[in-house]
């Protein structure tokens, strides 16, 4: 794609993965689930994991048929230049708008909670900035970052978590199924876009070392699953339905509430790492992960020139929501609802082909 | 080769002039703010208003003064009032305040320190949703605050509560409000706990009731009161500081509907688990006049079971305490293991009463203040049917039945008393 092939280890996929699908929970996109789940949102993140299992293995049987090609290359074997140039769009599409409201959210997020005399026009020139950076220097710079960080971000994200324990309230998990059975899995229905995010796995694959897509990708979805759990049951425990309902950035709440006595407390800049470093890792991931989908689409070899158009992409689809209510409602209703099962269904159209055509018997898994 | 090498300086020069950029804002040239800049208010009072809906007093810190500088006494410094000074404005809405102080004090004024919000009891009955929800929305706002209702006007309680043995007013209000741990008496709820309780359908919030100490007599009699008897504003006492928090303020939605003693307070601590410690004096069986005094801690959080047979719920807690003798007024020797059950029976009684006289509160003001509620949703598979099921309705006619079970595990530092000659 560039002048040199990028090589990503394991664990810095699996980081990189991890942060990727996970960083969301650090925005108000979460606070969607809660309406749906009330106190036992926590079992829709738990049926999530296996949705986002089950969309990583059937990316995993796909891409395993097509060694050292990438999603978009796969689908250009498969249906053609026009009809993949289609799927190469959505997969744009979820790369440019999720990553406009991170960058729209994150940057509310600064405005409201740190930096409240600061225009949000400078907040998020910032964050833009950092992010051309990493992503221009390449898949291989976004990958150690991601894993150089996440040490850090999974030490920083439970510490905050167990310091919340004393204001845990377990009656919190009763009524035990919330909403009801049904309305539980229809939520998880609704949610399955919070693991569209395993696109990435489908975009980064040729460089992974052989045979360990499935490994990074599952455990990718795995830790991910687990670390959305805790960041849905712990301000659940904290804060109650229907209270935590009302939050916009629950963990934000969560670090502001910790109390031990007069030196231990006001303790949220400690975590804002979190906040911070992981949706700029994911930002920088999309960055990335669109300029290689518009190299394909383009059939150029060098992904640098588009980490620019990404830029420019990301910051326009970023603003055009009027407010920050807005943002949240619109990535709800376009990625979180529908994308998972539009990707699904591409999958399941490239599998479908690839069937048909009979090719890649031999390799597969 | 010249182009390349040309390309690799300006690849240098480029990550030098973004670098560079990425540092300008870290400098926080919007937000930059020095400490001494600042006027940092410890405390929000709110009462009815005069001269428009509400009168908020504002109690700010004079820095100077606490750190006791320019050789003054610290507690005498800036206003000379415990290093403080209050402002008052009429206004229409509580954040109001937040602007208008800046047309009186220098410094930029920021909530993000303020430790007390209270609320005049006058206001609490009328109700506080209005106020207390824009709170949670700002920034600047801390859910680790403490919501207070005072007797009588905010405004005087604020004014008024000088510390004595701080300098520093956003300490003594932290302090006091830490009160909890070391007596009963002070509700433990912070505003976090305050308001998700006023949100949920199964318990009822109680915030820490405050006044100013009273002036005049307000026993006339000498006769025995159990020293949970007393409430914030109606404590015998002389000297101490101006304010006093003691008792709590039970609210139904957003509206207080009645008070609690320091008793009453103690046993709703107890089943939320939070109480730590208290010292009882217990009638001594054998000697009417005389009391046995024991400290009393909790063994285990007390088990409450819930059954529901027509509708109507059936609760019964498993109180579990012990503790040790701390005298025996009578020098009765009931230290011996024999003999400690006549004690343990007589701690039992005593809790046993409160426990009950509480629930019988909590039945007058048709408020769950004791959670019992929490436990009922255990019952419920779904919100939905819990919601249905209406609690607030249903717990005026509660059968409620209590066990409490004390076990003395210590004697302190006498084994065995002998009797006075």
Redesign the interface.
């Known amino acids: 794609m560039s002048q040199q092939k990028p090589v990503v280890g394991v664990s810095e996929a699996v980081s990189l993965l991890f942060i990727f699908i996970s960083a969301k929970i650090f925005l108000t996109q979460l606070i969607f689930s809660i309406h749906l789940g009330?106190?036992a949102t926590w079992i829709i993140f738990l049926v999530l994991i296996f949705i986002g299992l089950s969309g990583v293995l059937l990316l995993v049987f796909l891409l395993n048929r097509f060694p050292g090609r990438d999603l978009v290359q796969v689908g250009e074997e498969l249906v053609g230049p026009y009809i993949n140039a289609l799927f190469a769009l959505f997969y744009l599409a979820v790369f440019v708008v999720s990553a406009g409201a991170t960058l729209r959210g994150v940057s509310e997020r600064m405005v409201?909670?740190?930096?409240?005399?600061?225009?949000i026009s400078?907040?998020t020139?910032?964050f833009i900035?950092?992010i051309?950076?990493v992503s221009y220097l390449g898949l291989e710079t976004v990958a150690r970052t991601a894993r150089f960080l996440a040490s850090l971000l999974v030490v920083t994200g439970l510490g905050l978590i167990a310091l919340t324990i004393p204001?845990w309230?377990y009656?919190a998990l009763?009524?035990?199924?919330?909403?009801?059975i049904p309305q539980l899995l229809w939520g998880a229905l609704e949610n399955t876009g919070d693991y569209v995010q395993i696109l990435l796995l489908g975009i980064i694959y040729p460089f992974l070392p052989g045979g360990n897509g499935k490994k990074v990708g599952v455990m990718a979805v795995s830790i991910s699953g687990i670390v959305m759990f805790l960041y849905v049951l712990a301000p659940i425990l904290i804060?109650?339905?229907?209270?935590v309902s009302?939050l916009s950035v629950p963990s934000f709440?969560m670090a502001?509430?910790?109390?031990f006595?007069?030196f231990g407390?006001?303790l949220e800049v400690l975590f804002l790492p979190i906040w911070s470093l992981s949706n700029m890792i994911y930002l920088a991931a999309s960055f990335y992960a669109g300029a290689a989908v518009l190299t394909r689409l383009c059939r150029l070899d060098d992904y640098r020139p588009f980490v620019l158009s990404m830029a420019v992409f990301v910051t326009v689809v970023a603003f055009i929501p009027q407010n920050v209510t807005q943002t949240a409602y619109w990535y709800f209703n376009y990625v979180t609802r529908y994308s998972f099962v539009m990707l699904i269904g591409v999958l399941l159209f490239l599998l479908l082909v690839a069937a048909f055509k009979a090719r890649g018997g031999d390799e597969g898994v | 080769m010249y182009n390349a090498h040309l390309s690799k300086v300006l690849r240098k020069a480029l990550m030098v002039v973004m670098t560079g950029a990425l540092l300008l804002p870290l400098a926080g040239c919007y937000d930059y703010t020095e400490p001494d800049e600042r006027a940092w208010v410890m405390a929000i009072g709110v009462d009815k208003g005069r001269q428009n809906v509400l009168t908020v007093t504002s109690v700010v810190a004079v820095p100077k003064a606490i750190a006791g500088g320019g050789g003054q006494s610290g507690s005498e410094g800036g206003s000379g009032q415990g290093g403080f000074f209050t402002i008052t404005f009429d206004v229409p809405t509580l954040l109001s305040t937040l602007e208008l102080i800046n047309t009186v004090v220098d410094r930029r004024v920021s909530l993000s320190h303020t430790k007390w919000f209270v609320f005049s009891r006058e206001l609490a009955e009328e109700g506080i949703g209005a106020y207390v929800a824009p709170l949670v929305r700002f920034q600047q706002f801390r859910r680790s605050s403490q919501l207070l209702i005072c007797e009588g006007r905010a405004e005087d309680f604020l004014t008024k509560g000088v510390p004595q043995l701080e300098d520093n007013v956003g300490k003594y209000y932290e302090l006091m409000q830490q009160g909890w741990r070391y007596t009963e008496f002070i509700p433990f709820d912070s505003f976090h706990q305050f308001y998700y309780k006023s949100e949920n359908p199964g318990v009822n919030p109680v915030a820490p009731l405050a006044a100013r100490g009273a002036k005049e007599t307000i026993y006339t009699d000498n006769s025995f009161k159990p020293k949970g008897y007393y409430q914030a504003g109606r404590i015998p006492r002389k000297g101490g500081s101006e304010i006093e928090i003691m008792g709590g303020a039970v609210f139904k939605k957003d509206r207080m509907v009645g008070t609690l003693n320091g008793d009453q307070v103690g046993v709703q601590k107890i089943f939320f688990g939070a109480m730590k410690r208290t010292l009882l004096n217990v009638p001594d069986p054998y000697h009417p006049d005389k009391y046995i005094i024991v400290d009393v801690l909790p063994r285990q959080k007390p088990r409450v079971d819930i059954n529901i047979t027509g509708g109507r719920p059936k609760i019964t807690a498993n109180v579990k305490l012990e503790g040790q003798i701390l005298s025996i007024q009578s020098g009765e020797n009931y230290e011996r293991p024999d003999r400690l059950y006549i004690v343990e029976d007589a701690v039992q009684e005593l809790i046993f009463e409160d426990i009950n006289d509480t629930i019988a509160k909590s039945k007058q003001l048709d408020a769950d203040f004791l959670g019992f509620g929490l436990h009922a949703q255990k019952l419920f598979p779904t919100w939905p049917q819990w919601s249905a099921y209406n609690w607030e309705e249903k717990y005026k006619d509660a059968d409620i039945t209590v066990n409490v079970d004390y076990k003395v595990r210590r004697t302190g530092l006498v084994h065995e008393m002998v009797q006075l000659r």
Do not use: A
């Not at chain 1, 804060?239 to 209270?243: A, D, R, V």
């Not at chain 1, 502001?256 to 109390?259: D, G, L």
């Open positions: 009330m106190n409201v909670g740190f930096l409240p005399d600061t225009p400078l907040v020139f910032s900035i950092s051309v950076v204001l309230n009656s009763f009524p035990f199924w919330g909403p009801g804060f109650t339905y229907p209270t009302e709440e502001r509430n910790i109390y006595g007069r407390q006001r």
